[in-house]
C-alpha cells in the first residue's frame, strides 16, 4: 500500500519521538524518494526542527509553549498542501 504525502508528514513528526516499523520505514522512503514535495516538505521541516533546537539550547527567556509549537507546525502543514 502507498502512503499519500499526509500520511508522510505525520510519520516525520512520529520519527522525532519514536523509531519507525521497517515495513513503515521503506514505504516512507520510497515515497520521498518519488515525491518532490514530500522530499521539500523533509527538507524545511528538518530546517525547521534544527532552528527551533538552537534557540532552545540557547535558553531564551521566551519560551514557547508546546501548544504554539503545534499550532504553528499544523499551519506550516496546511501551507505545503
Not at 60 to 71: E, P, R
Amino acid at each position: 500500500m502507498v502512503l499519500n504525502c499526509s500520511e508522510i508528514t505525520l510519520l516525520m513528526e512520529k520519527q522525532k519521538t519514536e523509531r519507525l516499523s521497517l515495513i513503515t520505514s521503506l514505504r516512507f522512503k520510497s515515497h520521498i524518494i518519488i515525491c518532490k514535495w514530500c522530499r521539500a516538505y523533509k527538507k524545511k521541516f528538518a530546517r525547521l526542527d534544527e532552528l527551533m533546537s538552537s534557540e532552545h539550547s540557547r535558553s531564551i527567556q521566551h519560551k514557547v509553549s508546546d501548544d504554539d509549537l503545534t499550532l504553528f507546525k499544523h499551519k506550516m502543514k496546511e501551507k505545503f498542501k
